[in-house]
């Protein structure tokens, strides 16, 4: 078992590569010249569009959405270059957020960030909590492996009832997140947009 330490290390490393995720992110973002954001203004427009239909016809890419980073950090725990790909996707996950969220921002202006809270934030509400669950034990699986690799004690990843409780939890939750992209998203966006487009 790693201690108590190392566990906070894990899950301090996970929330720090998330929040420079979402620094690089607003930076990327910020840095889009005005004449392609006019071209990007018609491509946020379709995408919304589209993401007001929702309905089972979506229903297989939110699943695919909501369990593809949770998946592959899960995968990665089991071995040891996780140690270095978990806060990778960490920072991937965190740079895609805020990337899309003030794209809003700057496409739509004030109204973009109401959009932005109907179109990503309420299944990011399920799926963010169980990405940091998943990739801080991942953390946990990846040093337990390269520890063992070194040659500094027998230390196997963690593989008992705790972990495997806590995965099928996930996966309960992740689905939810993806019912409600495809189901609650796309009534909350019909509902805001109007209000933002006048």
């Excluded at 990011?124 to 946990?140: E, V």
């Excluded at 099928?168 to 019909?190: D, H």
Aim: glycine letters at 10%; proline letters at 5%.
């Amino acid at each position: 078992m790693l201690d108590k330490q190392t566990t906070s290390i894990c899950v301090a490393l996970t929330g720090v590569f998330f929040l420079a995720g979402l620094v690089a992110g607003c930076l990327v973002a910020g840095r889009i010249q005005p004449e392609a954001l006019v071209t990007l203004s018609d491509y946020l427009e379709s995408s919304l569009t589209r993401m007001t239909q929702g309905g089972t016809g979506v229903m297989g890419h939110a699943l695919f959405t909501a369990f593809l980073m949770p998946t592959l950090v899960f995968i990665l725990g089991y071995t040891i270059p996780g140690v270095a790909g978990i806060p990778l996707v960490m920072a991937a996950r965190g740079f895609l957020l805020s990337y899309a969220i003030n794209l809003f921002y700057r496409v739509f202006g004030s109204s973009g960030l109401i959009i932005a809270l109907g179109a990503l934030i309420p299944q990011s509400l399920l799926s963010l909590p169980c990405l940091f669950l998943l990739a801080s034990q991942g953390m946990m699986c990846s040093l337990s492996l390269l520890s063992s690799f070194r040659g500094k004690g027998r230390r196997l990843p963690p593989n008992g009832r705790t972990v495997w409780r806590r995965v099928l939890i996930c996966a309960a939750v992740l689905t939810a997140s993806a019912l409600l992209e495809a189901f609650v998203s796309p009534r909350l966006l019909s509902a805001i947009l109007p209000l933002t487009t006048g």
